[in-house]
C-alpha cells in the first residue's frame, strides 16, 4: 500500500525533528559567538587597562552620544557612569556567552543594550541592532544548549547527594 501524502510529511517532519537536536548545540553555540563578538570588540575600545576606562569613551557619552525618543533628542545622564556601565557590559556579558554561563541573563543583558544602542543611533537596526536583537532573543528563550556551561553546572548539581534535615544518619 502506498503512503499517504499526509504520512510523507509526516515522515519529513520527523527526519527535520532530527536533524534539530543534532544541529541545536552548535547552532546555539554559533548564536553565543556571533552574538559576543561585535560587542566584545566595541568594549575592548573602551579599556585603557584593568578598569581604566578610556577618556574618549566619556567624552563620546558626555559629547557625541544621544538618546533618541519620540519626544526629542536628550543626552545621556551620569555620561561618565552610563561608558563605564557599557565598557563593563561589553565585556563581562560576551565572555559569558562564549563560556554559555548565565546565559539567559547575558543574553538579556545584551539585548537591553542592544535597545540602548538602537536609541542613540536609529540608522543601525535594520543592519545590525534587529539581527543582534534576535539573537539575543532565541538565547534568553533556549539558553546556551548542551555545549554550556550552565549545562555542565547543571549536570554536576543534579549529581550530587543531597543534603539536610531530611537525610538519616
Known amino acids: 500500500m502506498s503512503r499517504t501524502l499526509l ?3 509526516q515522515e519529513w517532519q520527523q527526519s527535520g525533528d532530527r536533524l534539530a537536536l543534532a544541529v ?24 585603557d587597562g584593568f578598569l581604566q576606562l578610556k577618556s574618549s569613551a566619556v567624552f563620546l557619552f558626555t559629547e557625541e552620544f544621544r538618546l533618541h525618543f519620540f519626544w526629542g533628542v536628550v543626552p545621556y545622564p551620569a555620561p561618565a557612569l552610563m561608558a563605564f556601565l557599557a565598557g563593563v557590559g561589553e ?7 562564549i563560556l554559555g554561563l548565565a546565559t539567559r541573563l547575558s543574553a538579556l543583558g545584551i539585548l537591553v543594550m542592544t535597545i540602548i544602542i538602537q536609541l542613540t543611533v536609529p540608522a543601525g537596526l535594520i543592519n545590525f541592532h534587529l ?26 548539581a543534579s549529581q550530587q ?3 539536610g534535615a531530611s537525610q538519616t544518619t
Open 131 to 156: 539581527p543582534w536583537a534576535a539573537m539575543a532573543l532565541a538565547l534568553v528563550a533556549y539558553g546556551g544548549g548542551t555545549l554550556s556551561a550552565d549545562r555542565l553546572i547543571a549536570r554536576f
Open 7 to 9: 504520512q510523507r510529511v
Open 24 to 47: 541545536a548545540p552548535l547552532g546555539l553555540l554559533a548564536l553565543r559567538v556571533a552574538l559576543a563578538i561585535p560587542f566584545y570588540r566595541s568594549g575592548a575600545t573602551k579599556w
Open 91 to 97: 565585556i563581562v556579558l560576551p565572555v559569558l556567552l
Open 161 to 163: 547527594p543531597r543534603t
